[in-house]
């Protein structure tokens, strides 16, 4: 988790502004974002990036930290949210969300999606059309697993931007640096070895863009709107599904993914 998707996270659970101070404690708190040193966020560098990502952030009149889609928020909130396939959902009702999500009818080819992601607060669902694309060791396991689900994730912002994040490597998509590994690309040797952080490779703009070509022809993706406890819905999407590409709360998380990630991070530290 990046800084600022820690901050996101803090102030989402919280659901009130909050001062530098407070957004440290509890991100120390929860480790949800440790920094290489091992040491302890600064308030200064939770100030800074509000400062650098005004597109999530603001601070009110009393200096305080804001997610930016407060300012348009309506004064109460709604109890129905509108999926993208057309379904309206009440926002209680987990069990018919989540068939919408995984129904395979509602999934799209990610080749045609680029101006359809909404902008909500939301769950996505990465599929492969056809697993044999993949090295055999993970065909293999969707085959035992009896499905072709690649991916959960969570968007406590904007569908659109962690969906652009993961399928086409605008910025740090922990599904884009896996598949990228599983695809086997390596990032440019090196190319961490000045950064503070150490472990988010990313590929050359060459391979990126195989990548993304890959992503096209092969994948396909689903979301939902929901502004709820996005914590429980995906762990228990993640605990049910196993899909091959989570690490996190995965519970049959592959140890050869976690190799092939860990030789990426290798090259691009060394």
């Given amino acids: ?36 040193d091992g040491n302890d966020i600064p308030t200064s560098q939770i100030s800074a990036r509000v400062k650098n990502y005004p597109q999530y952030f603001y601070k009110d009149s009393e200096k305080k930290v804001c997610l930016a889609n407060w300012e348009q928020k309506n004064e109460s909130q709604k109890t129905v949210e509108k999926t993208n396939s057309g379904n309206l959902a009440n926002i209680k009702d987990i069990d018919l969300l989540e068939k919408i999500l995984i129904n395979e009818k509602n999934y799209k080819k990610v080749k ?34 009896k499905h072709n689900i690649l991916y959960f994730g969570i968007a406590t912002e904007s569908i659109n931007t962690r969906l652009m994040q993961e399928l086409r490597a605008r910025g740090h998509g922990t599904f884009f640096r896996s598949l990228g590994a599983v695809l086997g690309y390596l990032p440019p040797k090196g190319s961490l070895k000045t950064k503070k952080n150490k472990r988010n490779y990313k590929f050359s703009k060459k391979d990126e863009k195989k990548i993304i070509k890959w992503i096209n022809e092969n994948l396909l993706v689903n979301w939902i709107e929901f502004n709820g406890d996005f914590e429980s819905l995906e762990t228990n999407l993640i605990n049910t599904y196993k899909p091959i590409l989570n690490i996190a709360k995965n519970p049959y998380s592959l140890p050869y993914l976690s190799e092939l990630r860990a030789e990426c991070v290798d090259v691009a530290n060394s």
Wanted: glycine share 2%.
């Fill in 1 to 36: 988790m990046t800084l600022h998707e820690a901050i996101e996270k803090v102030l989402f659970d919280n659901k009130r502004p909050m001062s530098p101070r407070e957004l440290v404690d509890e991100i120390n708190k929860r480790r949800s974002y440790v920094r290489d």
């Fill in 112 to 145: 045609n999606i680029d101006k359809k992601i909404s902008n909500s607060f939301g769950l996505y669902c990465i599929r492969i059309n056809k697993p044999e694309n993949l090295d055999k060791i993970f065909a293999d396991e969707l085959k035992e697993r």
